[in-house]
Protein backbone atom coordinates (compact mmCIF):
# COMPACT_ATOMS: atom_id res chain seq x y z
CA UNK A 1 0.00 0.00 0.00
CA UNK A 2 0.75 3.84 -0.55
CA UNK A 3 3.54 4.95 1.99
CA UNK A 4 2.07 8.04 3.84
CA UNK A 5 5.09 10.48 4.83
CA UNK A 6 3.97 13.75 6.36
CA UNK A 7 6.92 16.70 5.13
CA UNK A 8 5.82 21.07 6.17
CA UNK A 9 9.52 21.53 4.12
CA UNK A 10 8.54 23.52 1.01
CA UNK A 11 12.22 22.66 -0.34
CA UNK A 12 11.62 18.60 0.44
CA UNK A 13 12.92 17.35 -3.11
CA UNK A 14 11.04 14.16 -2.78
CA UNK A 15 8.99 17.36 -3.99
CA UNK A 16 10.13 18.17 -7.39
CA UNK A 17 7.67 16.28 -9.53
CA UNK A 18 5.07 18.35 -8.63
CA UNK A 19 7.06 21.78 -8.03
CA UNK A 20 6.33 25.37 -10.00
CA UNK A 21 3.57 23.30 -11.90
CA UNK A 22 1.99 27.48 -13.06
CA UNK A 23 5.79 27.68 -14.48
CA UNK A 24 5.90 26.59 -18.31
CA UNK A 25 9.35 26.20 -18.71
CA UNK A 26 9.32 24.09 -15.09
CA UNK A 27 6.07 22.23 -15.76
CA UNK A 28 6.53 18.41 -15.41
CA UNK A 29 3.96 17.82 -17.83
CA UNK A 30 6.19 19.86 -20.46
CA UNK A 31 8.37 18.72 -23.35
CA UNK A 32 11.11 20.42 -21.45
CA UNK A 33 10.45 18.49 -18.00
CA UNK A 34 10.04 14.56 -17.44
CA UNK A 35 7.22 14.04 -19.33
CA UNK A 36 5.15 13.27 -16.35
CA UNK A 37 1.59 12.56 -16.10
CA UNK A 38 -0.09 15.29 -13.10
CA UNK A 39 -4.05 14.60 -12.22
CA UNK A 40 -5.64 16.85 -9.78
CA UNK A 41 -8.73 15.97 -7.40
CA UNK A 42 -9.70 12.83 -6.39
CA UNK A 43 -11.92 11.83 -9.44
CA UNK A 44 -9.07 12.01 -11.47
CA UNK A 45 -6.13 10.71 -9.30
CA UNK A 46 -8.86 7.48 -8.70
CA UNK A 47 -8.74 7.31 -12.87
CA UNK A 48 -5.18 7.87 -12.73
CA UNK A 49 -4.61 4.92 -10.15
CA UNK A 50 -6.90 2.63 -12.08
CA UNK A 51 -5.22 3.34 -15.18
CA UNK A 52 -2.15 1.84 -17.11
CA UNK A 53 0.09 5.17 -16.15
CA UNK A 54 2.14 4.31 -13.21
CA UNK A 55 2.02 5.76 -10.26
CA UNK A 56 5.23 7.90 -9.02
CA UNK A 57 3.49 9.53 -6.10
CA UNK A 58 1.04 11.72 -4.53
CA UNK A 59 0.72 15.02 -2.77
CA UNK A 60 -2.56 16.28 -0.85
CA UNK A 61 -3.40 18.14 2.21
CA UNK A 62 -4.19 14.91 5.47
CA UNK A 63 -8.70 14.85 4.33
CA UNK A 64 -7.80 13.99 1.09
CA UNK A 65 -5.08 11.60 1.18
CA UNK A 66 -7.27 10.03 3.69
CA UNK A 67 -10.60 9.58 1.11
CA UNK A 68 -8.29 8.11 -1.59
CA UNK A 69 -7.21 5.36 1.49
CA UNK A 70 -9.06 2.32 -0.14
CA UNK A 71 -7.87 3.29 -3.92
CA UNK A 72 -4.47 3.44 -2.05
CA UNK A 73 -4.53 -0.05 -0.66
CA UNK A 74 -2.15 -1.71 -3.75
CA UNK A 75 -0.26 1.50 -4.75
CA UNK A 76 3.30 0.71 -3.03
CA UNK A 77 4.08 5.02 -3.81
CA UNK A 78 4.86 7.60 -1.18
CA UNK A 79 1.68 9.89 -0.59
CA UNK A 80 3.14 13.45 0.97
CA UNK A 81 1.08 15.08 2.88
CA UNK A 82 1.16 18.73 4.06
CA UNK A 83 -0.66 21.38 4.85
CA UNK A 84 -2.66 23.32 1.79
CA UNK A 85 -0.34 26.61 2.24
CA UNK A 86 2.76 24.39 2.03
CA UNK A 87 1.35 23.01 -0.69
CA UNK A 88 0.61 25.74 -2.62
CA UNK A 89 3.77 26.80 -2.14
CA UNK A 90 5.29 24.13 -3.73
CA UNK A 91 2.70 23.77 -6.92
CA UNK A 92 2.76 27.84 -7.00
CA UNK A 93 -1.18 28.24 -6.83
CA UNK A 94 -3.78 27.31 -4.14
CA UNK A 95 -4.82 23.97 -4.97
CA UNK A 96 -8.72 23.83 -4.30
CA UNK A 97 -8.87 19.95 -4.91
CA UNK A 98 -6.44 19.14 -2.61
CA UNK A 99 -4.67 16.58 -3.85
CA UNK A 100 -2.33 15.82 -6.70
CA UNK A 101 -0.60 12.17 -8.51
CA UNK A 102 2.38 12.12 -11.03
CA UNK A 103 2.33 9.02 -13.13
CA UNK A 104 5.22 8.17 -16.02
CA UNK A 105 3.31 8.18 -19.39
CA UNK A 106 2.52 4.76 -20.83
CA UNK A 107 3.00 3.50 -23.75
CA UNK A 108 0.25 3.86 -26.64
CA UNK A 109 -1.29 1.38 -28.91
CA UNK A 110 -0.06 3.41 -32.77
CA UNK A 111 -3.20 4.41 -34.92
CA UNK A 112 -3.75 1.06 -36.83
CA UNK A 113 -4.10 -0.85 -33.64
CA UNK A 114 -7.06 1.48 -32.57
CA UNK A 115 -8.50 1.67 -36.33
CA UNK A 116 -8.70 -2.42 -35.75
CA UNK A 117 -11.04 -2.26 -32.67
CA UNK A 118 -13.01 0.35 -33.29
CA UNK A 119 -16.17 1.13 -34.92
CA UNK A 120 -16.32 5.14 -34.19
CA UNK A 121 -12.88 7.47 -34.24
CA UNK A 122 -12.51 11.10 -33.55
CA UNK A 123 -9.72 12.33 -35.89
CA UNK A 124 -8.18 15.85 -34.73
CA UNK A 125 -6.68 18.29 -37.18
CA UNK A 126 -4.65 21.66 -35.24
CA UNK A 127 -6.87 21.21 -32.01
CA UNK A 128 -3.86 23.20 -30.20
CA UNK A 129 -5.99 24.30 -27.31
CA UNK A 130 -5.41 22.32 -23.56
CA UNK A 131 -8.76 22.54 -22.94
CA UNK A 132 -10.56 21.56 -25.92
CA UNK A 133 -8.31 18.41 -25.94
CA UNK A 134 -9.93 17.95 -22.38
CA UNK A 135 -13.27 18.12 -23.23
CA UNK A 136 -13.05 16.50 -26.45
CA UNK A 137 -11.82 13.27 -24.95
CA UNK A 138 -14.34 13.78 -21.82
CA UNK A 139 -16.96 13.74 -24.36
CA UNK A 140 -15.64 10.87 -26.72
CA UNK A 141 -15.21 8.59 -23.15
CA UNK A 142 -19.38 9.63 -21.99
CA UNK A 143 -20.39 9.26 -25.85
CA UNK A 144 -18.61 5.93 -27.08
CA UNK A 145 -15.93 7.19 -29.18
CA UNK A 146 -13.97 4.26 -29.36
CA UNK A 147 -10.10 6.38 -30.14
CA UNK A 148 -8.45 9.62 -31.01
CA UNK A 149 -6.41 10.03 -33.66
CA UNK A 150 -4.03 13.02 -33.53
CA UNK A 151 -3.33 14.91 -36.71
CA UNK A 152 -1.15 17.88 -37.84
CA UNK A 153 -0.94 20.79 -34.86
CA UNK A 154 -2.81 19.30 -31.64
CA UNK A 155 -2.12 19.32 -28.74
CA UNK A 156 -0.59 16.71 -26.14
CA UNK A 157 -3.43 15.15 -24.42
CA UNK A 158 -1.71 14.48 -21.13
CA UNK A 159 -0.61 18.05 -20.41
CA UNK A 160 -2.19 18.92 -17.15
CA UNK A 161 -4.71 20.75 -17.95
CA UNK A 162 -6.04 18.78 -20.92
CA UNK A 163 -6.24 15.57 -18.03
CA UNK A 164 -8.08 17.90 -15.70
CA UNK A 165 -10.37 19.34 -18.18
CA UNK A 166 -10.85 15.77 -19.15
CA UNK A 167 -11.70 14.42 -15.84
CA UNK A 168 -9.31 12.00 -16.10
CA UNK A 169 -10.73 10.14 -19.44
CA UNK A 170 -7.51 10.85 -21.49
CA UNK A 171 -6.44 8.19 -19.58
CA UNK A 172 -9.15 5.98 -20.39
CA UNK A 173 -9.44 6.69 -24.51
CA UNK A 174 -6.66 4.96 -26.74
CA UNK A 175 -4.99 7.77 -28.41
CA UNK A 176 -2.48 7.84 -31.45
CA UNK A 177 -0.85 10.25 -33.54
CA UNK A 178 -1.94 10.16 -37.53
CA UNK A 179 1.10 10.61 -39.84
CA UNK A 180 2.18 12.09 -42.10
CA UNK A 181 -0.90 14.82 -42.65
CA UNK A 182 -2.83 14.29 -43.98
CA UNK A 183 -1.86 11.75 -45.91
CA UNK A 184 -2.56 9.48 -43.39
CA UNK A 185 -6.04 9.60 -43.88
CA UNK A 186 -5.64 6.97 -46.52
CA UNK A 187 -4.65 4.41 -43.54
CA UNK A 188 -7.88 5.23 -41.95
CA UNK A 189 -10.39 4.35 -45.31
CA UNK A 190 -7.87 1.85 -45.94
CA UNK A 191 -9.18 0.14 -42.55
CA UNK A 192 -12.99 0.23 -43.70
CA UNK A 193 -13.62 3.88 -41.92
CA UNK A 194 -15.56 6.74 -44.01
CA UNK A 195 -14.10 9.67 -43.23
CA UNK A 196 -16.50 12.45 -42.44
CA UNK A 197 -15.39 16.00 -42.07
CA UNK A 198 -17.34 18.39 -39.64
CA UNK A 199 -17.86 21.66 -41.25
CA UNK A 200 -20.69 23.82 -41.45
CA UNK A 201 -20.56 23.81 -44.99
CA UNK A 202 -23.90 24.76 -46.77
CA UNK A 203 -23.74 21.81 -49.00
CA UNK A 204 -22.39 19.49 -46.75
CA UNK A 205 -24.93 16.38 -45.72
CA UNK A 206 -26.74 16.13 -42.37
CA UNK A 207 -24.49 14.59 -39.87
CA UNK A 208 -28.04 12.29 -39.29
CA UNK A 209 -27.96 11.82 -42.86
CA UNK A 210 -24.93 10.12 -43.08
CA UNK A 211 -25.12 8.47 -40.13
CA UNK A 212 -27.83 6.67 -40.93
CA UNK A 213 -26.10 5.18 -43.62
CA UNK A 214 -23.95 2.74 -41.09
CA UNK A 215 -20.41 1.38 -41.41
CA UNK A 216 -17.48 2.61 -39.23
CA UNK A 217 -16.23 6.26 -39.26
CA UNK A 218 -13.73 8.42 -38.67
CA UNK A 219 -15.18 12.11 -37.53
CA UNK A 220 -12.56 14.35 -38.68
CA UNK A 221 -12.54 18.06 -36.74
CA UNK A 222 -10.44 21.18 -37.12
CA UNK A 223 -9.50 24.09 -34.73
CA UNK A 224 -11.65 26.40 -32.69
CA UNK A 225 -12.13 29.30 -35.49
CA UNK A 226 -10.73 28.50 -38.71
CA UNK A 227 -12.19 24.75 -38.64
CA UNK A 228 -10.33 22.04 -41.18
CA UNK A 229 -7.67 22.97 -43.49
CA UNK A 230 -8.82 22.96 -46.64
CA UNK A 231 -6.34 19.69 -47.43
CA UNK A 232 -8.27 17.38 -44.68
CA UNK A 233 -11.46 18.91 -45.90
CA UNK A 234 -10.43 17.62 -49.77
CA UNK A 235 -9.28 14.41 -47.94
CA UNK A 236 -12.72 13.46 -46.42
CA UNK A 237 -15.13 11.19 -48.02
CA UNK A 238 -17.95 13.20 -47.11
CA UNK A 239 -18.92 16.90 -45.43
CA UNK A 240 -21.38 16.69 -42.81
CA UNK A 241 -22.99 19.27 -40.76
CA UNK A 242 -25.18 19.65 -37.65
CA UNK A 243 -28.16 21.47 -38.96
CA UNK A 244 -28.02 24.63 -36.93
CA UNK A 245 -31.21 27.79 -36.40
CA UNK A 246 -31.02 30.61 -38.62
CA UNK A 247 -28.28 33.17 -37.40
CA UNK A 248 -26.14 30.65 -35.78
CA UNK A 249 -23.41 28.58 -38.22
CA UNK A 250 -20.53 27.17 -35.57
CA UNK A 251 -20.53 25.62 -32.20
CA UNK A 252 -17.53 24.97 -29.75
CA UNK A 253 -15.52 22.26 -31.29
CA UNK A 254 -16.05 20.27 -28.19
CA UNK A 255 -20.52 20.96 -28.15
CA UNK A 256 -20.10 20.05 -31.78
CA UNK A 257 -18.00 16.93 -31.40
CA UNK A 258 -20.80 16.00 -28.63
CA UNK A 259 -23.35 16.51 -31.18
CA UNK A 260 -21.71 14.25 -33.62
CA UNK A 261 -20.23 11.41 -31.23
CA UNK A 262 -23.64 11.03 -29.95
CA UNK A 263 -25.61 10.53 -33.41
CA UNK A 264 -22.65 8.28 -34.60
CA UNK A 265 -22.52 6.04 -31.77
CA UNK A 266 -26.21 5.94 -31.66
CA UNK A 267 -26.14 4.53 -35.16
CA UNK A 268 -23.92 1.58 -34.78
CA UNK A 269 -25.35 0.64 -31.41
Known amino acids: MAQIVRTE ?27 LVVAEGTVVVRRLLASAYPPRALLGVERRIAEL ?23 GFHLNRGVLAV ?19 AVLEGVGDHENIGALFRNAAALGVD ?10 PLYRRSVRVSMGNVLRVPFAPLTPWPSGLERVRAAGFRVAALTPRADSRTLREVAAD ?9 SEGPGLTAEALDS ?6 IPMSEGVDSLNVATAAAVAFYELAAAVN
Open 9 to 35: DEGDPRLDDFRDLSTADRRPDRPGGRG
Open 103 to 121: ADRAPQPDADEILARSRVV
Open 236 to 241: ADVAVR
Open 69 to 91: APDLADVPVPAYVTSAEVMAKVV
Open 147 to 156: GVLLGAGCAD
Open 214 to 222: GGRTALLLG
